[in-house]
């Protein structure tokens, strides 16, 4: 008998004007992998994270040409504030950006973002000075606030089954665009000198030659914003005490059945509880919120020192790339990073569980990132082969690193809360990686100057202290540290 009325229990209750109940109803139609959403999701996180990263191959040069820096050593100094200035942009408006994508819905804040690398992005591209470069960055950051609501989106338009992998999507194509976005930035920036045939020193190419490499990612941009115009939104609007209609039954037709309507009675109770919790209460969210802090410190930082180093003279123990040589390192990465996230990780993350992974793939980093300095040692065709497989390597444990926090940070909290909470994952996320581009040039610069120090002489200063950061992840991903939230 008892299995006679769950049944009807089971059944789920729609909301005909609801545009999340209509994600749900198609959701309960899906048979298998879901391309078309992965499809939407991967672009619209790789059209916001392109311009990110796109700047730090040419930023060494940009801001030489601005003659700001009085010494070479300084560059590093002036890079830093300039890539800062974007993270420190959105810390300032990520919480906001969360609540209005809680409120509204997700899609205005994805669409909003999106046509904000439109313009800003372009208008960084034809800086004439530090000053003009850093606002232009900085307002790119404030209104560029949907990474968060992405990730709240990548949930709720999957199967449960599907979510790891619309996660990883979101990770992979971030991953993706902070690699791409140098390799690009890299191949255009000053076309003039690389391809005179196609462009002349007269030419707006020739005046501005860091504005092509922008250009480019804000017409990629501009083209994604017409399709995302169609993206079905996903945020329920009814007021079911704000639950989904997943977790919405129909209890009336169990109403005389005592012991099962008050076992509904008392998970929806604590559902709700739950729900109206403060986020900032919320241990296993502001935990993993704190992880994937220390992890964003770190790449941000790794990010703008590879290509500071990569670029500078060997004399202070860099590699005397060019901007194309460093763009082809980063597009073979980005190429690997995909191949990687796409095939292997939801499968590895289905066997070992996200912290598992997290914590395997940041204790791998360490040994991985201190052999750098030995790098810049070879040269020819053997630094090519060994530096290109040392760049696939660390970006696919970064990557892997920051999908396991994603996981963890959507599991601890209710749909209504989504948006909120990766609001606050992209404010504090933003303050550390605000912080990872102007502590690394300034340790870059000062690393540079103590070439003859007897301990950790040059840059192996650097890696060394990128490696601490990294050990600082690693012991936080423990208990009691590090709390899972109970499906």
């Not at 729609?14 to 994600?23: A, L, S, T």
């Not at 509204?104 to 000075?129: A, E, Q």
């Not at 704000?242 to 604590?270: F, M, Q, V």
Request: hydrophobic fraction near 45%; glycine fraction near 8%; charge should be neutral.
């Amino acid at each position: 008998m008892a299995q006679e009325y769950r049944e009807p229990l089971l059944k789920k209750k729609y909301h005909e004007n609801c545009p999340g109940c209509k994600v749900d109803q198609m959701k309960e139609l899906q048979r298998g992998i879901p391309i078309r959403q992965l499809v939407s999701i991967w672009i619209v996180v790789l059209c916001t994270a392109l311009p990110i990263s796109s700047l730090f191959p040419f930023l060494y040069f940009m801001i030489r040409d601005f003659h700001i820096a009085k010494r070479e050593e300084d560059i590093g100094s002036y890079a830093g504030y300039v890539g800062s200035a974007f993270m420190l942009g959105r810390a300032l408006t990520s919480v906001l950006w969360g609540i209005v994508a809680d409120r509204y819905g997700r899609k205005p804040v994805i669409i909003v973002g999106i046509i904000t690398v439109v313009i800003f992005n372009t208008l960084f591209g034809l800086s004439v000075n530090i000053w003009m470069a850093v606002i232009t960055r900085f307002l790119l950051g404030s209104f560029n606030g949907l990474l968060g609501p992405i990730k709240a989106y990548a949930v709720e338009i999957f199967r449960e089954e599907h979510q790891a992998l619309g996660l990883s999507t979101v990770s992979t194509s971030w991953g993706i665009g902070l690699i791409i976005g140098p390799a690009l930035g890299g191949f255009l920036a000053q076309p003039a000198e690389k391809y005179p045939n196609i462009f002349s020193k007269d030419s707006l190419f020739g005046r501005f030659p860091y504005f092509l490499p922008c250009l480019a990612i804000s017409l990629f941009a501009l083209g994604v914003s017409i399709p995302t115009c169609w993206l079905p939104e996903t945020l329920h609007k009814h007021n079911d005490n704000n639950i989904s209609c997943d977790d919405s039954y129909d209890a009336l037709e169990a109403a005389s059945h005592e012991s099962i309507t008050k076992e509904i009675t008392e998970e929806d109770e604590g559902r709700e509880s739950t729900s109206k919790q403060s986020l900032l209460k919320n241990w296993p969210l502001m935990s993993s919120i704190i992880v994937y802090c220390v992890f964003s410190l770190h790449d941000m930082a790794y990010t703008e020192i590879f290509s500071l180093w990569a670029v500078s003279p060997r004399k202070y123990g860099g590699l005397s790339y060019s901007t194309d040589d460093v763009g082809a390192v980063l597009a073979i990465t980005g190429f690997s990073l995909l191949v990687f996230q796409l095939s292997v990780y939801p499968y590895v993350e289905r066997i070992l569980g996200p912290v598992m992974v997290s914590r395997i793939a940041s204790v791998l980093s360490i040994p991985l990132l201190q052999s750098y300095y030995f790098i810049a040692m070879l040269s020819g065709f053997t630094l090519s082969l060994v530096l290109n497989c040392a760049s696939i390597v660390k970006n696919v444990l970064s990557v892997s690193i920051i999908t396991g926090l994603f996981i963890l940070q959507n599991r601890a909290v209710d749909q209504h809360q989504r948006g909120a909470a990766n609001g606050i994952a992209m404010t504090a996320m933003s303050l550390f990686k605000a912080a990872g581009p102007a502590g690394g040039g300034a340790l870059f610069s000062w690393a540079e100057k103590r070439q003859d120090a007897s301990f950790l002489p040059g840059v192996q200063m650097v890696f060394f202290m990128l490696n601490i950061v990294e050990a600082i992840g690693v012991l936080m991903t423990f208990k009691p540290f590090l709390a899972q939230h109970r499906q």
